[in-house]
């Protein structure tokens, strides 16, 4: 990678970064506003990054937790697969942070040995047209 492509990727990994943890905190103000339901507004405000798609995601929750919040309890989404039914491109939420990375970005290095172990981690879980061959990639090119 050149120098100008490396500093274009690590600036969209921190963008990438900094949306993720906007989303969670306005997620948990949202809800301390008695939002009650989470999976429908948050799907309201993500949309398929993918040039050309921007088309409505859908998520599938796997591992939530509550933490109470001047003395309120508030849902927070640990780990969830978004994905994408006009492009079929999957995303993972990992640790609680939404993983929206270009294709490019996703297919080599740590990127693509973390989101390898999500599949792995909930293969029981995710669909296997995205198992198989999912895009921009699945299990099975391993
Ligand atoms: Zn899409």
Not at 2 to 7: A, E, F, K, V
Not at 48 to 70: F, G, M, S, W
Not at 104 to 132: A, V, Y
Request: hydrophobic share 35%.
């Amino acid at each position: 990678m050149n120098q100008r492509g490396y500093h274009q990727a690590l600036l969209d990994c921190v963008m990438v970064f900094v949306t993720a943890r906007i989303v969670f905190k306005s997620l948990r103000v949202a809800i301390e506003r008695r939002v009650t339901d989470l999976k429908t507004w948050l799907m309201d405000i993500l949309a398929c990054p993918a040039e050309n798609c921007r088309n409505k995601l859908e998520i599938d929750v796997y591992t939530q937790h509550e933490i109470k919040i001047d003395d309120e309890s508030v849902t927070e989404i640990d780990e969830a697969l978004l994905t994408c039914p006009k492009c079929d491109r999957w995303y993972p939420v990992i640790d609680g942070i939404v993983c929206m990375l270009p294709d490019t970005q996703r297919m080599e290095g740590k990127q693509r040995i973390e989101e390898t172990k999500f599949l792995r981690r909930w293969k029981d879980n995710i669909p296997s047209r995205i198992l198989e061959n999912g895009t921009p990639f699945g299990l099975s090119e391993e």
